[in-house]
């Protein structure tokens, strides 16, 4: 039994460790009941959780229609960082030079200014200490600190857009591509974003991005990256329920009504489509299949493909549930993927990171701010709760 149970897909596709996954077959084998203890709720029981609380992220497709989207509407209000009041550049200056040129540095006062001022205001810091001493501010971060610290000051001291474009420059560079990075930057932005990106990487490296990014991903996966690294999603914000059934009943009959799946379809109408359409689509899908788009993609495809049309349905549906996810397992099991828990909560600080700690709470069960205080430390993680603020 324990050999049928390990060779089984519920086993190879289980949300458990390693470790864990040894523990659930011997107790199947012995009938012992599953005991895992740690200070948090243990991977199996917030599977559990997970599964329970699965319809209040994902399942209330109807609600969807009039939820605004992080996709198209740029919005400050939901941040946990805003601009500070009576801000004067100059005394900021004058506090991070202490900081920076004094007997050791300050990290307390580092994290206190850059945590607390908006992007734009880290902006006017950064050319006024220009001003006053001849370096930039990244050149002295990186020269007095180091590590994660080091990486999650340069992020917060960078512009959004040219910290875009140089994640995607990380994700392809060297050997290898980082895969999961791309796509979760080119699911979760904006036409806006995207080409501000790629203005960027233009200025930067004299070359065009997509050109780059073809030549390290294929398939149909590069084939949608792509299309998405374009930057051309229709934003119109009228439906047509009539076209998003039709294109509802393309993919049906693409994916699950026959022998194989045309990938194709799927691209096309996911990286295509505007997403109050999308939106539209999820729900006569889900009329039509009684399964939903993601649960049919997840059935139909695999690989990175599979992971890329996946999360731009999440973040049609529910972007900063989309972002909780990735946080939690970039916190799970035995390591921590600090670049994802920096890459996240800096890009998302000024947006809707207030979302994102309240889908935290109800996939998880507990606040964001408790599992970054178990799981990173020293000054990396007293900035990482700055941004993420106390409340959750």
């Known amino acids: ?21 040894g523990v659930v077959a011997a107790c199947l084998l012995c009938k012992t009941p599953l005991s895992f203890s740690s200070s948090f709720p243990s991977d199996l029981s917030i599977s559990s959780y997970n599964q329970k609380k699965k319809m209040s992220a994902w399942g209330d497709l109807e609600l969807l229609l009039d939820s605004p989207s992080s996709l198209t509407v740029a919005s400050t209000a939901r941040g946990t960082v805003k601009d500070k009041a009576n801000f004067k550049p100059e005394d900021d200056v ?14 307390k006062t580092l994290i206190d200014v850059l945590t607390q001022r908006s992007n734009a205001q880290r902006q006017l810091i950064d050319t006024a200490y220009q001003k006053a001493t001849g370096r930039t501010l990244v050149a002295d971060i990186e020269g007095d600190t180091h590590g994660d610290f080091e990486d999650l000051l340069v992020a917060l001291v960078t512009p959004p857009a040219v910290y ?31 080409k501000a990106m790629t203005d960027v990487y233009l200025k930067e490296t004299g070359r065009v991005m997509s050109h780059d990014l073809k030549s390290e991903v294929s398939g149909d996966y590069g ?4 299309i998405l690294a374009e930057g051309k999603r229709d934003e119109s914000t009228n439906v047509d329920t009539a076209k998003a059934k039709a294109d509802a009943k393309v993919l049906y009959e693409a994916g699950e009504k026959k022998w194989g799946t045309d ?6 109408i996911l990286c295509h489509r505007s997403v109050p359409h999308l939106r539209q689509i999820l729900i006569e899908y889900k009329n039509i299949s009684k399964k939903t788009l993601q649960e049919s993609i997840e059935s139909e495809m695999s690989g990175d ?34 670049s994802t828990l920096t890459r996240i909560l800096v890009s ?8 994102i700690k309240e889908e935290y709470k109800k996939l998880f069960g507990y606040t964001l701010y408790s599992r970054l205080e178990s799981e990173v430390s020293g000054s990396y993680g ?3 709760k700055k941004l993420c603020g106390q409340d959750g």
Do not use: W
């Not at 973040?315 to 970039?330: H, T, W």
């Open 1 to 21: 039994m324990e050999e049928e149970f390990r060779d089984s897909a519920s086993y190879r596709r289980s949300p458990f460790t390693t470790s864990q996954k």
């Open 94 to 107: 004058a506090a991070l030079r202490k900081a920076i040129e004094g007997l050791g540095t300050t990290e």
């Open 164 to 194: 875009d474009c140089h994640e995607v420059m990380k994700a392809i560079k060297g050997s290898g591509t980082t895969e999961s990075t791309l796509t979760e930057i080119f699911a979760s932005r904006s036409n806006k974003q995207i």
């Open 223 to 226: 084939k949608a990256l792509l």
């Open 263 to 268: 990938e194709g379809k799927f691209i096309d």
């Open 305 to 338: 493909l599979e992971e890329l049309l996946v999360a731009v349905v999440k973040c049609v549906k529910n972007a900063p549930a989309y972002f909780a996810e990735r946080l939690f397992k970039a916190m799970k099991g035995a390591g921590t993927t600090e």
């Open 348 to 355: 998302r600080s000024e947006t809707d990171l207030m979302d």
């Open 382 to 384: 007293e900035t990482l």
